[in-house]
């Protein structure tokens, strides 16, 4: 279960991306309170929450109405993880949060961002989706579903605390080391997303 939970925190923390979006929802709440602050950090964080478990509970039975299998499921998903990881290794997600970033933060009134940008699509973006579907399709039992949800909540209380903390954050580690942060986390969703691939070609033609 140990081994399950490290994998799923990895792989949830990776996509999610907690470092990455702490700093853009800084720049995104500039003008607002503190108090402001807060209530859409923990208002994002709760509707990413409820899509992203939406998705756990229930991914299973929408790929069967859609008559998709699994290891299709495993190889798309997979092949869009490997996106966003070569995006974070050569900065393109950043470079596209800062812009959506900027966009709305040039109007002058403090916008409530807790929906669009922060839930959907930074937070419970197509990546997110596709990797908590994933894991809890191969969680073969109750305890091993519980336990991909654990590490889904533990990712988005860490997200919480790390966007409440956003400034602060800012401040101590600066734009040099979020960025090594950044590639550092790319490159292991890189292989993480490989061996997505790797298992739905294993599954579909029975290697």
Request: overall charge neutral.
């Amino acid at each position: 279960m140990t081994q399950l939970f490290l994998s799923a925190f990895i792989t949830l923390f990776v996509v999610i991306d907690p470092p990455g979006c702490a700093p853009i929802y800084a720049g995104l709440t500039k003008g607002a309170t503190a108090a402001q602050g807060r209530t859409m950090a923990i208002r994002a964080c709760l509707i990413a929450a409820a899509i992203l478990l939406v998705f756990a509970l229930f991914g299973e039975q929408l790929l069967a109405a859609l008559h998709i299998e699994l290891d299709s499921f495993r190889i798309a998903g997979g092949l869009m993880l490997f996106w966003i990881a070569f995006e974070m290794v050569f900065e393109k997600r950043t470079q596209r949060r800062e812009q959506r970033a900027e966009k709305i933060a040039a109007t002058p009134e403090v916008e409530d961002v807790s929906v669009f940008p922060m839930a959907i699509p930074m937070l419970a973006g197509p990546g997110a989706i596709a990797a908590v579907m994933l894991l809890m399709n191969e969680a073969a039992e109750t305890a091993q579903a519980l336990t991909v949800l654990g590490a889904l909540a533990s990712v988005l209380i860490l997200t919480l605390l790390a966007l409440i903390a956003a400034r602060p954050i800012m401040r101590l580690f600066g734009d040099k080391v979020e960025a090594a942060i950044t590639r550092v986390l790319g490159v292991l969703l890189a292989a993480l997303a490989a061996q997505y691939v790797i298992d739905g070609l294993r599954g579909s033609f029975g290697v």
